[in-house]
Structure formats: C-alpha cells, structure tokens
C-alpha cells in the first residue's frame, strides 16, 4: 500500500469539538477488528485506538497523530483525505478482513452524530466505487454465513444459512457432522464467505472446534447475540426479499424442502446483520436454493492450502508482497478476461464436480476450444475483453444507482453480441452440439430479449456525443433540450474562434504546439508544452491554471466568459433530463434477470476459454483426462508434471507415472531422501485430480482418473502461533480429519507424518495410520516417510506397495535425479543434504563417523556409486546368513559340560570359521585381534 499524507488537524471550534468527544466517549464499546470512521464532509477522521491503526498501518508513522481536547479528556485523532480514506477502506476490508463504521453529521453546526453505514468483507456494496473505482470492475468475492449447531447423539446437526449481497444468492443447508466438523469445514471452502456469524456466548470443547475449523479459512468470524438467531419471521422477510415464481407464486412458499429449523435460524441471523430488508431496493430482488454438499468434491482447507490452490501473499489471503501468479493453481489457470470469468474460476477451483456427466460437458467444451486457434484468438482478443462486469451493473441498476454511461457500456456490449455468438458458431469440429447447447442458442434468445433495450438505447441517447466521453439524451427529445443543445453548439463555436484568435496571438500552431482540451471538472482550457511556457510570461491576457509535466493549462478571459456559459448550459441540459434519464434507468432495471442470466453464460465461456488456453500454452501441452465413474479404482496418471513448478524459470520438470489401483495396489510407501521430490510428487497427483474433476485438461502425457469424493492432505505442516497450535498439534488435528472424513472413494496425500514428536512415537503413529488406512479404509493414498521402516507394511498388508524417489552419491556428491520408482529406498542421504546446506566440514566429518559406529558401514563407503551401494547391500545379506549360522553353532554348544577353556578354544574356532568366508561385512563386525 502506497504511503499517503494526513491532513494536519481537524477544524473544530471549542464548543463543537467538546460536543464531538462526549459523543465519541458515550459510543458503545466495539471489538478491535471493527474501525469507526466520521465522514466531516471534506475530510474524514478515526480517533482513539482506531487512529493509532491508521497512523501505523497507513501512514508507517505516528507522526501525523493529534490529541483532541485538553487535559484528562484528550483522544488521540487523525485526519485522512479523501485519498487516505479509500487506500484504509481497501487495506481493512480487503486485506485485514476489518468492519467498518462510518458516521455522519446531519448537521455542520451540532454534534447530530448518527451511524451512516456499515461495511464488512461480506458486504461490501456501500463501499463499492471506494474500493474498485467507478468504472473497474470488481473480482473480490463477497458473502456472509451463519452457523446453528444443535447437539443430536454422537453427531452434530449443523444449519447454514448463507447470502451473497453480490450475486443476490440466498442459501440453505442442514446436515449430520462430526465433532471434527469436516463436512462444515468442505462447506466454508466451496462457498469461500468472507464472514461468518456464530451464536454469543457458546462455550465448551463443541464451540471450540466450531472457532477452530473458522480459523483455518481467511474469514472474519462475528459473535451476535442467540437472539438473532429466531426463525420466527423469516417466511415473512423472505416474501419481501425472493422474487417471485413464474405464476405467482411466493417464492418462500415454493421451496418446502429447504426446512430446517436451524438453516433457518441462521439465515435469519444473516439478514438481521445485513440489515437487507432496511433497504428496499433489496425487495423481490435474490434468488433462493438449497445447497447440497454431495454435488461437489469435498475440500478442506489443508487441502487448499497443499495442493496451492489460491495465492497465500505473506502468510494470510490478500497481505503482503503478491506471489507469482503461477504459484498458485488459480493463478495458472485464470487466464479470463472478464470479472464474471475471475469469479467463476474460483468458485470453479473450490467446488471440482462429482457429476462425470457434468465433467465431460465440460472437458468437451475445453477440447473445442484447443482444437480451434481461431476461435480462441476470436474470444480473447475481440469479444470476451469487451465484457463489462455485468453482476456489478444489475446491483447498480436494482439500487437505482446506474447512469447513462452505464447503460451505453450496456448497450455496446449487446451490440457485440451477435458477433460472439457468431465466432463460437462458425466453430465446424467435435462438439459443436455441446457448444450450441451451452452457449450458442442460449445467447440468440438473450440477444432477441435485449432488443427491446438496443431499440430504447438507439433512440434516446446522442451516440455522437457519447464517443466523446459525454451521456446525454438527445437533444430532439424535448424542445428545451433542442434550444439547450443549440445554445452549447453556439457557445463551442465561439470556443473553436478563440482557439484560431489566440494561436495567431502566441504565434503557435493549432492543434499541435496550441490545444484546445475539455474535463469535467475545469471545462474548457488551453495548453501548450513546458518548452513553450516562455510565451505566456509577463502576459496579463492570459491566466494560468496550473502547470503539470503535460504542459500549461490557460485561459483568456473569453474564454472564461464562454467555458462558464457553457457549463452553465450543460449543467441545466443534465437537470432537464433528469426525468427522461430515471426513467430510462428505471426501464433498464426491468432486464435485471436478463443481464444475470446472459452474464452467467459468458462466466462460463470465459472460464472454458481460459481453460483452454492455460492447457495449449504450457510447456507441454495438457491432455484430456479419461474419467471413470466413482469406485472403478482406478487412478493412473503417466507423464506426470506439476504445472505450476514447470513454468518456473530455470526447471526442467521430471515426469513421473503414478498407478494406483487393485492390481498395483491403492496405497503407495514413497521414501527417499528430503528435497527428492516426494512432496511435489504427491501434489502432482492431487493437483492432476483436481485440475481433471474441475473440467480441465492435465499436465500428464495421460491419465485415467475414478472420479473421488473428497481430497485430503496433509502436507507440510507449521506453528500457528495466533491459534496455539504446534506443528505437531496442526499435523494431528489435520491427520484426524482424514481418518474420520475418508471413505474408499478419497484421494489422501499424507507427507513426513509424525516428524513433530520422538522417533518412536512418530513411527507407531505413521504405522498405525497406514495400516489403518491400508485395511480399513482402502483410499487412494499417498504416503511420504522419512521412516524406512514403515516399508515393511508393505509385506503384511497386499494393497500397499513401496516407491522411491532416486539419487546418486557417487564421488561423494549427492544427485537427486527426482526418479519415482518401484522399492523402499535402501538408505538414509541426510548426511549428503546437510553437504548441500553448507554445514561446516567439522559437523560432517563428525556425523559421518556417528552414523558409521551406528549403521554398521562396511567396506568403501566412499564410494557412494549405485553398483557400490548394491554390492555393498548383497554382502551384507550374505554376511547375515553366516551369522546366523554363528549364533546357531555357539547356542547348540554344551555348556555345562565345557571348561572355559574349551568353550573360549570352541568360539574362537567358531569366530575364525566366520570368518574365512572373507566376507567384508562379517570383517567389520569381527575385526581381528591386534
């Protein structure tokens, strides 16, 4: 964020200024997280403990802090510009995930303080033009979510009730969960609210993990009081919300299914705090559904955060340096062009099908569109980046906040649309019927139910002086209008004989050393370039408005006559088509439905074509995956490639096959040495799962993939220091909702489990859990370990099956060659890793000869080559096998019957007998005598 600068104090007279800090002082008490803001009209001020955030967080100073007041009474304060004000609102709502109160005076002489509006991550429309600017188009996603729990036996009955200010979305969802709350927890991930309302006062181990599955998911979590959460009037404030049924019908009424004593709990909850039915504008206006986990994969939020699904910009969503767009999956596949497209991408990315009808649809869709350069060149480049944000415009239009220039970038944008629809129909190749199904014939009938609005656009509006920059009715509209319009022409004219007058005056040429330009704001105004200031010097004609390094902006004094005449007459052209253009606002508002329903259409051809474009442009090509029903058992993925790290500069990516079936079994052991590759490798595989059930084409030379219920993960874990949670405490909580969420549909991707506590512990909880899983569940699974001995599940259980990630040391330099094959690997590379770190020669020399006197090394170790490493390995077993038959010989000897001569004469024989098989390994563990 920008370093801006405060104003220096607020202008306050004694008496208002006292007024002002008893009102301050009597507000009620508010939770850090909520910042309250008062709008002075030219300015705007934060005092308190609000104004030492503003001064560290914008301002980077505390400098620019005042006290306001005398004596005992003082309040710290500062003052924010207009400017200050938008950059804080952008970092609080946007980044820090803050509420906002914003107060206002009715009065500029009494302290008739009131709160003017609200504002949070959730609900963001009274702060809209602050934070995207007037013409920008928004891809922040918006929501609040209430929660009910309500005990029931060993279960938990949790109601949802969700809205959507943005979209005008209403939702409703009542199911059993566990205590770990994972269905709750796959629910926050694929709705993604920026806020969640939970009941006051709710203690014990059920609210804690309520608060603790929140705390995993970038929301703001807010307490209200139970009373809020009362269904009692809910039917009620539905009817006035939901518009109505084709027929007539309440839409409330027409959905009995979505009962629920809690889910609608919550959602009453959530419309008290959005306080929609205060503004009506709201009415008839939001649409209402169930929501049904089932439709979608189930994600939490490790998984999310494992398999790099969005950006993580300094350790929380939205703060800090921005990472690399392809660094995150999102960022690698949203190649759209529209905000539609941006927010339905992610939507996309958090809710991946479960439905290989609706999959294929789509994987169709996407196929189209590789096939096709020209109809991918066409969308991109000439139609889809001309698409206004269309959600943003229908909120515009219902709170009857749109303009004239809202309508004609409206209106341009339907012009275009039968030459969209053109491009995608010229389309002559496989799937043509899946295109004109989805997108063709949808957009010809929302082009005919738009006509209407073209024909009322056409003739209202003066196009001429639209291109211009100006929206305005025309002029024949009405006789004032007429008159207004020829007295403006007259008045330019005037203008355009000043500009010939003064050029001839400076000696400059018109139109280029001279010109003559027009702003809002200044009206009309001369100006020349900073090379040609020298000719206005000393010259009382003409006066100077400011100096920029565009140039000299000036004025004679007829032309200030002529500008102030004509914003005069522009001014009162505006208030007599004030009527004409509410009235063309108010007739517009009628295509709402129409609008949402042809943006709807064009998120999803943005979105097919991004996905599209990301499979074509990379490094190697991605292919469409073969999807197979849910429970065929099949997962083969070869040629695998993660597809974000292959795009980083300087990586030459390693493919790797992954098989996991019945014959090849469902549970693969990955060991090898850490920065082998075994992370990456699981998050290939999840990654390519994911990427395959969201409808897009995989970076594999191919694949096969059963469609999974659910992706759970575990890997890499770290301290929440603001949570109280440990690394090892995070790994458990998270490893426990894997085993209670699985089922023998899932895909689990488990890496360096139990490295957080003793070696011990950390091994008989990775054993039980493989085995457990192995048995029981019998998931797809994925296990990384850096405990070898887990291998050995491998000969107890038939589904699981060991893999390595390979290196060489040869020469005593280690080469991880990033090789996934068959085998648990035959040793520990530690020691090699460390030599990469650059440890100090005296702490390797040292932890070699530690690892030697406990790993039994024999013979060359030196020579760390792979014949070595297996030569070494066959001498060992063959050494073992003597041994035993040693410790065979000596338990079989009499000794009772021997004296200790004779038994020592008898071990020492046995010994030399050992040892004339000159085997190196029985060498190093029977050295002779010196």
Avoid at 174 to 192: C, G, I, K, P, Y
Avoid at 543 to 569: M, P, S, W, Y
């Amino acid at each position: 964020m920008a370093t801006v600068q405060a104003k220096e104090t607020p202008t306050l007279d004694g008496a208002n200024e006292q007024g002002f800090l008893s009102y301050f002082r009597n507000l009620p008490e508010k939770p850090n997280t909520t910042v309250r803001v008062f709008d002075r009209g030219e300015y705007y001020t934060v005092h308190g403990q609000d104004a030492l955030l503003a001064a560290r967080e914008l301002f980077r100073t505390h400098a620019v802090v005042k006290m306001l007041g005398g004596g005992s009474n003082k309040v710290e304060s500062v003052v924010l510009s207009r400017l200050n004000f938008e950059s804080f609102m952008r970092d609080l709502l946007l980044v820090k995930h803050y509420r906002v109160e914003v107060y206002k005076s009715r009065s500029s002489t009494k302290n008739d303080w009131e709160l003017d509006y609200r504002a949070s991550p959730g609900n963001l429309s009274q702060l809209e033009e602050v934070l995207f600017g007037a013409n920008s188009d928004c891809t922040v996603t918006t929501g609040v979510m209430a929660v009910k729990v309500a005990p029931d036996g060993n279960q938990k009955v949790v109601g949802i009730g969700y809205v959507d200010v943005a979209t005008q979305e209403v939702r409703l969802a009542e199911f059993n969960d566990t205590e770990a709350f994972s269905n709750l927890e796959a629910l926050v991930v694929q709705l993604s609210p920026r806020e969640c309302l939970l009941p006051a006062g709710d203690q014990g181990p059920t609210a804690a993990r309520l608060k603790q599955v929140m705390s995993r998911n970038p929301l703001l979590v807010t307490e209200r009081k139970r009373a809020e959460f009362n269904n009692k009037d809910l039917e009620q404030d539905l009817g006035r919300l939901l518009r109505k049924k084709k027929g007539g019908a309440s839409a409330s009424l027409a959905h009995p299914e979505l009962g629920g004593p809690h889910a609608s709990a919550a959602l009453a909850a959530v419309i008290k705090y959005l306080e929609l039915l205060n503004d009506e504008s709201n009415f008839k206006q939001f649409t209402l559904a169930p929501y049904d986990l089932s439709h979608f994969m189930r994600l939490d939020a490790a998984a999310v955060r494992a398999l790099h699904v969005e950006p993580v910009e300094g350790g929380r969503e939205g703060a800090g340096v921005p990472a690399a767009k392809t660094h995150s999956l999102l960022g690698l596949l949203d190649k759209c062009r529209t905000s539609l497209g941006h927010r339905l991408m992610l939507q996309w990315l958090r809710q991946p099908l479960v439905d290989i009808n609706k999959i294929e649809e789509r994987l169709d869709l996407v196929e189209a569109m590789v096939s096709s350069v020209q109809l991918r060149h066409s969308l991109g480049e000439d139609h889809l980046k001309q698409i206004p944000d269309l959600s943003r415009l229908c909120r515009k239009l219902t709170r009857k906040e749109a303009s004239l220039q809202d309508c004609y970038r409206f209106y341009r944008c339907v012009e275009r649309l039968p030459d969209l629809c053109q491009a995608v129909a010229h389309y002559d190749g496989a799937h043509t019927s899946s295109l004109a199904a989805v997108f063709t014939t949808p957009l010809q009938e929302l082009i005919s139910d738009l006509a209407k609005f073209q024909e009322m656009i056409e003739t209202t509006m003066d196009f001429e002086i639209a291109n211009k920059g100006e929206y305005v009715i025309k002029a024949d509209f009405d006789n004032s209008l007429t008159e207004l319009r020829e007295t403006m022409d007259n008045l330019e004219e005037q203008i355009q004989g000043q500009l010939r007058r003064v050029s001839s005056d400076l000696c400059l040429d018109s139109g280029k050393s001279l010109k003559l330009e027009a702003n809002s704001q200044l009206g009309h105004f001369f100006r020349i370039t900073l090379k040609e200031e020298k000719v206005l010097r000393n010259n009382r004609n003409y006066t100077i408005i400011d100096t920029n390094k565009t140039g000299v902006r000036f004025r004679n004094g007829a032309l200030q006559d002529l500008n102030e005449q004509h914003l005069a007459a522009k001014e009162e052209y505006a208030e007599q088509q004030k009527t004409l253009v509410e009235e063309i606002i108010g007739i517009a508002a009628g295509y709402v439905e129409v609008i949402q329903k042809l943006g709807q259409v064009l998120a999803v051809l943005d979105c097919i074509h991004a996905l599209a474009s990301a499979a074509v442009s990379a490094p190697v090509p991605y292919v469409r995956p073969r999807l197979l029903p849910k429970g065929s058992g099949v997962l083969r993925l070869e040629g695998m490639r993660h597809p974000c790290l292959e795009l980083q500069d300087e990586v030459s990516f390693i493919p790797n096959n992954c098989c996991l079936e019945d014959e090849s079994g469902r549970f693969h052991i990955i060991t090898g040495p850490n920065m082998g590759g075994k992370s990456t490798f699981l998050r290939s595989a999840g990654v390519a799962v994911l990427m395959a059930q969201v409808g897009s084409f995989v970076a594999c030379e191919k694949a096969e993939v059963s469609i999974v219920d659910s992706i759970l993960a575990r890997v890499g874990a770290g301290d929440n220091q603001q949570r109280g949670v440990s690394t090892f405490m995070a790994e458990m909580l998270e490893t426990s909702t894997i085993l209670r969420s699985a089922t023998e549909n899932s895909l689990i991707l488990i890496d360096e489990l139990g490295r957080g506590t003793s070696t011990y512990d950390g091994f008989g909880l990775a054993w039980a859990l493989s085995e457990h899983i192995a048995k029981e569940i019998r998931s797809f699974t994925l296990f990384a370990t850096h405990f070898h001995e887990v291998t050995a599940l491998a000969k107890e259980v038939d589904s699981v099956r060991n893999f390595h990630v390979t290196a060489t040391t040869a020469h005593g330099t280690l080469t991880l060659l990033y090789l996934v094959r068959p085998g648990p690997c035959d040793r520990s590379f530690g020691i090699h890793v460390a030599e990469l770190a650059n440890f100090p020669a005296t702490a390797i020399e040292f932890a070699k000869k530690k690892a030697s006197e406990m790993e039994d090394d024999f013979g060359d170790v030196e020579d760390d080559s792979e014949e070595a490493v297996k030569k070494r390995k066959l001498q060992k077993e063959e050494g073992e096998k003597v041994i035993e038959d040693f410790l065979s010989k000596i338990s079989k000897l009499d000794c009772d019957a021997l004296s200790e001569e004779e038994l020592e004469r008898e071990v020492k024989k046995l010994r030399e007998e050992a040892r004339s098989h000159n085997n190196p390994y029985i060498a190093h563990l029977l050295p002779r005598e010196t």
